[in-house]
């Protein structure tokens, strides 16, 4: 079965720091762009950050430059997000996603940024 299965969510009060994971399954990642979403209930899904198939492009929303690391282990079939300095602004449902012409995501880990 292809799926996606983040985890790492969780609270954490503001200046804190978080690590997603993105763990593929039934599929080899090494392949595909790999793409990380956020969503808040009410609002449209946006794109965080992406890593092309062997790291060597790399983009990020700019709300979240400086902050955030996206990187990937093709050998452990998984996809990271580090997260620093986080901000009550970041408090969002977390997907990952494979992109290309059938596109995969995850159900989403929950991170909260809350004192």
């Known amino acids: 079965q292809v799926q996606l299965v983040e985890s790492g969510g969780g609270l954490v009060q503001p200046g804190g720091s978080l690590r997603l994971s993105c763990v593929a399954s039934?599929?080899?990642?090494?392949?595909?762009?790999m793409r990380w979403y956020r969503q808040v209930p009410g609002k449209e899904r946006e794109e965080v950050a992406g890593?092309?198939?062997?790291?060597?492009?790399?983009n990020y929303a700019e709300s979240v430059k400086g902050r955030f690391t996206i990187f990937r282990d093709n050998f452990k079939n998984t996809v990271y997000l580090q997260m620093n300095s986080l901000k009550p602004e970041d408090t969002a449902v977390y997907y990952c996603?494979?992109?290309?012409?059938?596109?995969?995501w995850g159900q989403g880990t929950l991170v909260t940024v809350s004192s």
């Open positions: 039934g599929f080899d990642l090494g392949p595909y762009f």
């Open positions: 996603k494979r992109s290309g012409s059938l596109e995969v």
């Open positions: 890593i092309s198939s062997r790291g060597g492009t790399i």
